[in-house]
């Protein structure tokens, strides 16, 4: 019914870029809250950045001033431009978001639930 694909993770050294992208497809009503948390091996998922339908956002301490969340909502897509990396910002990112969708079964309602993506692997190495 519906799916959240990242892209744009990769190999980059510190100090440099990344943008990462998450789509939603499917049978969308609304997409509300969007975020991007991320996962080192052995540890616990943590979140990242945050951002309303309204826009309003919010940052881990680790990245603020370095990350930017950002959201088209035409598209149902949210960004995450990360910048001055560092190799601890290694780990593997997942976009969430909390969507409204059509049901599937007749006769066809609104459901709201919490979806994943499968992730994106971001490493920062020399």
């Known amino acids: 019914q519906v799916q959240l694909v990242e892209s744009g993770g990769g190999l980059v050294q510190p100090g440099g870029s990344l943008r990462l992208s998450c789509a939603a497809s499917?049978?969308?009503?609304?997409?509300?809250?969007m975020g991007w948390y991320r996962q080192d091996p052995g540890k616990q998922r943590e979140l990242v950045a945050h951002?309303?339908?309204?826009?309003?956002?919010d940052y881990a301490d680790s990245v603020k001033g370095r990350f930017t969340i950002s959201r088209d909502n035409a598209k149902n897509t949210v960004y995450l431009q990360m910048n001055s990396l560092k190799p601890e910002d290694t780990a593997v990112y997942y976009c969430?978001?909390?969507?409204?969708?059509?049901?599937?079964?007749?006769?066809?309602?609104?459901?709201?639930?919490?979806?994943w993506g499968r992730g994106t692997l971001v490493t920062v190495s020399s």
């Open positions: 969430n978001a909390d969507i409204l969708y059509y049901t599937d079964t007749l006769p066809q309602s609104l459901r709201s639930s919490d979806y």
């Open positions: 499917g049978s969308i009503f609304s997409v509300n809250a």
């Open positions: 951002i309303t339908s309204g826009g309003s956002t």
